[in-house]
C-alpha cells in the first residue's frame, strides 16, 4: 500500500508553491492563502520552472497520443473540412486530396516539439528561450497567449453554437457561457485532471462521427455525382493553409503535456503517439467535415440546419435528427466534449502569459485561468454573429507567426543543438538567466523578417497583399516559415562563428601575454639563479 501511494504521488504535477510567487504574494496575503488551500485541494499550482528530471517518472507514454486525439477529435476538427466546401467553394474529392496531403505533412511538426516535454521539462514558451533569448521568448510568449486565447472563442462558440441546435430554450450565448464554465472547471485543476479527461473526452464525438456517417451515407454517396466548378488555385492554396494553421499551430503547445512524462522513452516512440494522435483526428474530422458541407446545400433539412453555412452545429444537429431523441443525446454530448479542445488551450494560455515577464511568472497560474474565462465569454458570444470571418481570421492570424516560431526552433534544434536533447545541448538550470541563454537579437530578427516577408502574400478578407491579388492564394504560412529559417540559420550561425572566433582569438592573446610574462620572469630570475646554483 505504502509502494503504491508513494507511485501515485510520484506520477502527480508537484504542487509545490514557487519561493518567487510567495515573495510577490505578500502584499496580498489572501492570494497567497488562496493557492495554498487550493495545493492541499490537488490543485496543480506549479509554475514554469521546469521539471526537474527526478519528477519526470511518469511512464504512461499512450497519454500523449490521447490527449492530441481528443483534442481534435471533435467538432472544430470537423468545423475545419468545411471551410473548403463553404468557404472556397470545393468539389469533395479536391478538399479530401488537400487535407490528406497537409494533414500528413503538417501533423510532423507539432509531433517533433511534443518531444520537448518529457525529454526536458520545459512548457513550449519556456524552451523558446533556447533559440529566442530570456528577453526575446517574450515576443511568442505573448503571441502564443492571445492565440490561444483564440482557439478557445473558436471553440465555445461551435460548442455554443450546437448545444444551441439541440433545443429551443437554449440560444448561441447561454451554449457559450456553459460549454465555457466546463472548460474552465477541467483547466483549473490543471495537468493531471486534463490528461484524465482527454482520456475519454473522445468517446461521445466518435459514436456521433459514426452515426451521422450511418444516417447521412446515402445523401453522402448521392453528392459525389454531383459536378463543381474546377478550383482555383487561390482557393486550393488558401484552403490548405488554413488547415496547416488549425494543425501546425498545436506546435506552440505540445511540449506542455508531456512534461511530467520520463524521458527515457525514444524521442521516436514519443513523435508517433502524437502524430498518430493528431494525423487521425485530424484528417477524420477534416474529411467528414468536407463531405458534410457539400452535401447540405442539396439536402433542404441539413441546409436549414447549416444556416447558409454559418452553424456548424445546427448542421451536425440536422444530420442527426431522422434518429429522434437519440440524435438530441448525441449532439449535445459531442458539444460538451468541446472542452477536450478547450482545456488545452486555456491551460496553455496561462503558462504563456506566465512566460512573458517575470512578474507574471509571479502570479498563480489559476489566475490566469480565471481572467482567461473572463475575456472568453464576451467576446466569443460577439464573435459567433459572423462565424466563418471570424474562423478563418484566427487560424490564419495564428498560423503565421506560429510557421515563423516552428522554423526557428527547428533551425536551432539542428544547427545549434546538433539534434540533441541532452543537458550539453539544453542546459536546463540557465532557464531564467538571461546572460547564460543564448542572445535575442538572431531569433527576434529573424521572427520579424519572416513575419514582414509574408505580408504581401497574406489574403484575409480584411487585407489582401499585393502578390495574393495576383491569384496566387494566401502563401503566407509558406513564405514565413521558408524566411524565419534561412535567416535565423544565416544569423545564428554567423554568432556561433564569430564567438568561436573571438575565443580563439583571446585564446592566442592569453597565450602571447603568458609567453611574455614567462620572459620577463626569466629575465629578471635569471642571474640569481645563476649564483644560487
Known amino acids: 500500500m505504502t509502494s503504491n501511494m508513494q507511485l501515485s504521488s510520484e506520477l502527480e504535477p508537484s504542487n509545490k508553491v514557487e519561493p518567487d510567487q510567495l515573495k510577490v504574494y505578500k502584499p496580498l496575503g489572501w492570494l497567497r492563502r488562496v493557492t495554498l488551500v487550493l495545493t492541499r485541494w490537488g490543485i496543480e499550482t506549479h509554475g514554469i520552472a521546469p521539471i526537474p528530471a527526478e519528477a519526470r517518472v511518469d511512464t504512461r507514454w499512450y497519454q500523449m497520443f490521447f490527449v492530441w486525439f481528443s483534442a481534435n477529435m471533435n467538432i472544430l476538427t470537423f468545423s475545419t473540412g468545411t471551410v473548403g466546401p463553404a468557404f472556397f467553394a470545393l468539389g469533395v474529392r479536391e478538399a479530401i486530396i488537400i487535407v490528406l ?34 528577453y526575446g521568448a517574450s515576443i511568442p510568449s505573448a503571441f502564443n497567449a492571445f492565440s490561444m486565447q483564440g482557439f478557445l472563442i473558436l471553440n465555445v462558440i461551435i460548442g455554443g453554437q450546437t448545444l444551441a441546435s439541440v433545443s429551443s430554450h437554449i440560444n448561441d450565448t447561454l451554449g457559450i457561457v456553459i460549454v465555457s464554465v466546463i472548460s474552465l472547471a477541467v483547466t483549473f485543476c490543471g495537468y493531471r485532471i486534463i490528461h484524465w479527461y482527454e482520456l475519454v ?50 506546435c506552440t503547445l505540445t511540449p506542455d503535456y508531456g512534461v511530467y512524462h520520463s524521458p527515457t522513452a525514444s524521442s521516436a516512440r514519443i513523435f508517433i503517439y502524437t502524430w498518430l494522435g493528431l494525423f487521425t483526428s485530424s484528417f477524420t474530422g477534416h474529411t467528414l467535415g468536407i463531405a458534410f458541407a457539400a452535401a447540405a446545400p442539396a439536402i433542404p433539412a441539413w441546409n436549414a440546419g447549416f444556416d447558409e453555412s454559418s452553424s456548424v452545429g445546427g448542421l451536425f444537429a440536422a444530420v442527426l435528427e431522422p434518429v429522434g431523441g437519440f440524435g438530441k443525446f448525441l449532439t449535445a454530448l459531442v ?28 502570479v498563480p497560474r489559476w489566475v490566469y485561468v480565471l481572467v482567461s474565462e473572463g475575456v472568453l465569454i464576451p467576446v466569443a458570444i460577439i464573435g459567433a454573429k459572423k462565424f466563418y470571418a471570424t474562423f478563418v481570421d484566427i487560424l490564419s492570424m495564428i498560423g503565421y507567426w506560429s510557421t515563423c516560431f516552428a522554423a526557428i526552433v527547428i533551425v536551432d534544434h539542428i544547427v545549434c543543438r546538433r539534434a540533441s536533447f541532452t543537458e550539453a545541448a539544453y542546459p536546463i538550470t540557465t532557464w531564467a538567466s538571461p546572460a547564460l541563454l543564448p542572445r535575442s537579437a538572431p531569433g527576434v530578427l529573424a521572427f520579424f523578417c519572416g513575419c ?16 495574393a491579388r495576383m491569384g496566387t492564394g494566401d502563401l503566407g504560412v509558406y513564405v514565413g516559415f521558408i524566411v524565419s529559417g534561412i535567416v535565423y540559420g544565416v544569423l545564428r550561425g554567423g554568432e556561433m562563428w564569430w564567438d568561436r572566433r573571438s575565443e580563439r582569438a583571446e585564446g592566442k592573446l592569453s597565450e602571447i601575454e603568458e609567453g611574455a610574462e614567462f620572459q620577463r620572469s626569466s629575465e629578471k630570475g635569471g642571474p640569481n639563479h645563476s649564483i644560487n646554483v
Open 452 to 467: 514582414g516577408a509574408l505580408i504581401p502574400f497574406m489574403s484575409q478578407v480584411w487585407y489582401i497583399g499585393p502578390i
Open 201 to 250: 473526452a473522445w468517446i461521445p464525438s466518435v459514436i456521433a462521427f459514426i452515426a451521422m456517417l450511418a444516417i447521412g451515407y446515402p445523401q453522402l454517396h448521392a453528392n459525389q455525382s454531383v459536378s463543381v466548378p474546377p478550383p482555383t488555385t487561390a482557393d486550393v492554396v488558401s484552403f490548405a493553409s488554413t488547415v496547416i494553421s488549425s494543425v501546425l499551430s498545436w
Open 335 to 362: 458539444a460538451l466534449s468541446i472542452p477536450s479542445a478547450c482545456a488545452p488551450s486555456m491551460y496553455s494560455f496561462s503558462t504563456s502569459f506566465m512566460a512573458v515577464h517575470p512578474w507574471f511568472s509571479a
Open 101 to 134: 496531403i497537409v494533414d500528413v505533412i503538417s501533423c510532423l511538426v507539432p509531433s517533433f516539439f511534443a518531444v520537448y516535454g518529457p525529454k526536458i521539462g520545459t512548457r513550449a514558451m519556456v524552451q523558446s528561450r533556447f533559440s529566442f533569448g530570456y
